[in-house]
């Protein structure tokens, strides 16, 4: 088992920054990939970045490539977003995530087996 538990949320105005951080627990020796999914009002969850544990290869949603940066600490089993250039339509709860036991991708929801509990982040015009 992985538990994940995800801070660094809270109100910004567009054009700031913010960085999220998502501490892992448990069998994190196992964790093959993370990512950062969010989910807006009414609208699907959507993968933001992820991660791979193992070569620390990224992939970026279009929405954010070129202003959010998923980055990894792992002696610390820590995960981050570094969110630049905020938008109001950044507007989300942002959640951790990973997939431990096997290998995957880490691309679409069905790759993941471990979820935080969520972040909020609200952007203000």
């Known amino acids: 088992q992985v538990q994940l538990v995800e801070s660094g949320g809270g109100s910004v105005q567009a054009g700031g920054s913010l960085r999220l951080s998502c501490a892992a627990s448990?069998?994190?020796?196992?964790?093959?990939?993370m990512a950062w999914f969010r989910q807006a009002p009414g609208k699907e969850r959507e993968r933001v970045a992820s991660?791979?544990?193992?070569?620390?290869?990224?992939i970026y949603g279009d929405s954010v490539k070129g202003r959010f940066t998923i980055s990894q600490d792992k002696a610390q089993n820590t995960l981050y977003l570094q969110m630049n250039s905020l938008k109001p339509e950044d507007t989300a709860m942002y959640y951790c995530?990973?997939?431990?036991?096997?290998?995957?991708?880490?691309?679409?929801?069905?790759?993941?087996?471990?979820w935080g509990q969520g972040t909020q982040v609200i952007v203000s015009s």
């Open positions: 995530a990973a997939r431990w036991g096997s290998s995957g991708l880490c691309y679409v929801l069905t790759d993941i087996n471990s």
């Open positions: 448990g069998s994190t020796h196992s964790i093959s990939c």
């Open positions: 991660i791979y544990i193992g070569s620390g290869g990224t």
